[in-house]
């Protein structure tokens, strides 16, 4: 359900590529207990944050009392459908592993739609070598599997593979991907 803090991989990337925040909408995916959803508000998005979880939905408001963030109970597979091409941001961290592998296309291309022309997607998720075993739950990603964003018309800008410094064997994918303005009909 999260940490408690931002996620460090958040923190990381954004302290290494800002983005323009200042009027932009972002939306986090699987927001837990509101924490990267928070972090993105500060930054100056206008952040909506959801899960399917009603009861994280109500902890995170239950925390952030005078939050801005706009938090929302819902499911990937049946979003708003005005969320559909509408923010500039949206982050995806550790959602996508928590979902059997047969869905996680169908998420990935639900996600795609969020971006409006030109807006940003970064990826953040367990990682694993195709030659390594699935393991269980969560179930870390190949990067092959990740390329489902690139069939959904988006571009990958950065990839990055982070080991976990106390734990080398435990390996991240960061990702940042982008919605080119010629890929919207």
């Not at 954004?14 to 939306?27: D, I, V």
């Not at 106390?166 to 919207?184: G, N």
Request: net charge negative.
């Amino acid at each position: 359900m999260g940490d408690l803090c931002p996620n460090p991989h958040l923190l990381g990337f954004w302290n290494a590529h800002p983005l323009p925040a200042t009027g932009k909408s972002a939306l986090v995916v699987g927001c837990a207990l509101g924490d990267d959803a928070e972090q993105l508000a500060s930054w100056g998005f206008q952040t909506t944050a959801f899960d399917i979880s009603e009861t994280a939905i109500r902890t995170a408001r239950k925390r952030y009392p005078n939050s801005k963030v706009d938090y929302v109970a819902a499911d990937l597979f049946a979003a708003p459908a005005s969320w559909q091409r509408k923010f500039d941001f949206a982050l995806e961290a550790y959602t996508l592993q928590a979902l059997p592998a047969a869905i996680r296309p169908r998420a990935m291309e639900k996600m795609a739609e969020f971006l409006r022309a030109g807006a940003f997607l970064l990826a953040i998720a367990l990682g694993r070598q195709p030659s390594d075993p699935e393991g269980e739950l969560p179930w870390p990603l190949t990067r092959n599997e990740l390329s489902t964003f690139t069939a959904a018309g988006l571009e990958e800008l950065s990839f990055e593979e982070l080991h976990d410094p106390d734990d080398h064997a435990v390996r991240r994918f960061r990702v940042l991907y982008r919605l080119p303005s010629s890929k919207i009909s």
